[in-house]
């Protein structure tokens, strides 16, 4: 069975750090492109990085420089490391699988982890 | 690419069909995903491959649409399907998505 677990969120000072986790099960994390979405209080959704299978990473402008996603292969895990947050960085943070299939693609979300950035 | 969603919001009754569209900003072949959301819940996966039904989710649920228009249909509206609904495009990088149609209780 597929399963992404969130975990690492909580409440955290204006320019602190915070690292996110997303441990997988019944897939590899290394065999797909692995996300990580944010969804503000009472707003929408927002794309923030993804990690492709080879390990290549993109990331959304708000958070470029002061986010790093990561995984490790051994552990079959994801991580967001987030620095330097900002009052607007609060949300909760979902992780994604992508599956490519041969139609197109088939994501997977995980449940989430609500990060707070206040003082 | 830009999803522009419409309506952001509709009132309808239980057993009401109901039309949701999502357009972009270019083509995206059939590289698009629907999803519910609850208050408090994660999204959930509705429809993926534009018009694709994901296991377990009703009938009820279809999807259509490819280069830049989309549509998700209700076929009949029942008590569990008040919620959020957003598109994605897996197309291109960064991903994104629709602003939302938040579907209530006429």
């Known amino acids: 069975e597929v399963r992404l677990v969130e975990s690492g969120g909580g409440l955290i000072q204006p320019g602190g750090s915070l690292r996110l986790s997303c441990a997988a099960s019944?897939?590899?994390?290394?065999?797909?492109?692995m996300n990580w979405v944010r969804q503000a209080p009472g707003k929408g959704l927002d794309w923030v990085s993804v990690?492709?299978?080879?390990?290549?990473?993109l990331y959304a402008d708000s958070v470029k420089g002061r986010f790093t996603i990561s995984r490790d292969n051994s552990k079959n895990t994801l991580y967001l490391q987030m620095n330097s947050l900002r009052a607007e960085d609060t949300a909760v943070y979902y992780c994604?699988?992508?599956?490519?299939?041969?139609?197109?693609?088939?994501?997977?979300w995980g449940q989430g982890t609500l990060v707070t950035v206040s003082s | 690419i830009q999803l522009t969603q419409s309506p952001s919001s509709l009132s309808a009754s239980v057993g009401d069909r109901v039309t949701i569209t999502c357009r972009a900003s270019?083509?995206?072949?059939?590289?698009l995903a629907w999803y519910q959301q609850k208050p408090g819940k994660a999204p959930k996966l509705l429809i993926y491959a534009a018009s694709t039904l994901q296991s377990g989710v009703s009938s009820r649920f279809s999807g259509s649409g490819s280069g830049t228009d989309f549509t998700l249909t209700i076929s009949s509206l029942q008590p569990e399907d008040f919620a959020t609904y957003y598109c994605q495009q897996l197309n291109n990088f960064p991903r994104t998505f629709g602003g939302g149609t938040k579907v209530g209780i006429q």
């Open positions: 994604a699988r992508e599956k490519a299939i041969i139609s197109g693609v088939v994501p997977f």
């Open positions: 270019q083509g995206i072949s059939s590289y």
């Open positions: 019944g897939f590899n994390v290394s065999s797909n492109y």
């Open positions: 990690i492709f299978s080879g390990g290549t990473t």
